[in-house]
């Protein structure tokens, strides 16, 4: 079955780097966008990055533009995500997932077929 395994979270001080990695298992992955979401404490899950099947295309929100990067491997079947500059209002889960859905729709979190079970990130100020 479609396995997708984030690692890589942890705690981190204001002003720190974290890299995200997501493995995936069960799928054609070089044919699947592959998006970034998160979820802080009582609130709605948000979208943060996205990748095109190919690598040649991304999507950004616009509170992690310029600090955080996403990128793929797809011989080794994993997607990144390079976070700078963190903030604590980057604390949050973050969840990985695949979507065989045109890439226009890669911000809304219903066009995803696939989701990881999520890591944590803790930024402290």
């Known amino acids: 079955q479609v396995q997708l395994v984030e690692s890589g979270g942890g705690l981190v001080q204001a002003g720190g780097s974290l890299r995200l990695s997501c493995a995936a298992s069960?799928?054609?992955?070089?044919?699947?966008?592959m998006g970034w979401f998160r979820q802080a404490p009582e609130k709605e899950r948000v979208f943060v990055a996205a990748i095109i099947w190919t690598g040649s295309s991304t999507y950004y929100a616009d509170s992690v533009k310029g600090r955080f990067t996403i990128s793929r491997d797809n011989a080794k079947n994993t997607v990144y995500l390079n976070m700078n500059s963190l903030e604590p209002e980057d604390t949050a889960i973050y969840y990985c997932a695949a979507s065989d859905k045109s890439f226009a729709y890669a911000r809304m979190d219903s066009s995803y077929n696939y989701w990881g079970q999520g890591t944590q990130v803790t930024v402290s100020s």
């Open positions: 069960g799928l054609a992955f070089s044919r699947y966008d």
